[in-house]
C-alpha cells in the first residue's frame, strides 16, 4: 500500500497550493481519507476528513473556510486545496486512509499513512 503525497512547496501569506495525494494497493472508494499536518515541536494535528464518497467533509476549525478537501475516486487522488495560507500553516502534511470508519479526524491508530510534503508559508 502507498500514499503518495505532493503539492507542497513554499508560498507567501495570502497565497494558495493544491495538495494532492494518489494511492495504490488499497481500493481507494472503499476508504475514508484525512489530511494531517505536523508543524516542527508539535503534535501531528487533523486538517480535514472526506467520507468514501465525497459527501460528507469536516474540517478543523483553525482552515474552515480556508481548505477543501476533494477526492476522485476514478483517480485514486485525494485533494487538498489551501487558500489564504497563514505562516501558522507551515507543516508537514500528510494524507491518511481507513477503510474502517465514515470518516475520520484521529491519528491514532489509522490504517495508513502517506510520506508528507512540506507546506512552507512565509510572512
Known amino acids: 500500500v502507498q500514499l503518495q503525497a505532493s503539492g507542497g512547496g513554499l508560498v507567501q501569506a495570502g497565497g494558495s497550493l493544491r495538495l494532492a495525494c494518489t494511492s495504490s494497493?488499497?481500493?481507494?472508494?472503499?476508504?475514508?481519507l484525512s489530511w494531517f499536518r505536523q508543524a516542527p515541536g508539535k503534535e501531528r494535528e487533523f486538517v480535514a476528513t472526506i467520507s468514501r464518497t465525497g459527501g460528507t467533509t469536516y474540517y478543523a476549525d483553525s482552515v474552515k473556510g480556508r481548505f477543501t478537501i476533494s477526492r476522485v475516486n476514478a483517480q485514486n487522488t485525494v485533494y487538498l486545496q489551501m487558500n489564504s495560507l497563514k505562516p501558522e500553516d507551515t507543516a508537514v502534511y500528510y494524507c491518511?486512509?481507513?477503510?474502517?470508519?465514515?470518516?475520520?479526524?484521529?491519528?491514532?491508530?489509522?490504517?495508513?499513512w502517506g510520506k508528507g510534503t512540506q507546506v512552507t508559508v512565509s510572512s
Open positions: 491518511a486512509a481507513d477503510a474502517r470508519y465514515g470518516y475520520f479526524t484521529r491519528r491514532d491508530g489509522v490504517e495508513y
Open positions: 494497493g488499497i481500493t481507494f472508494e472503499d476508504y475514508a
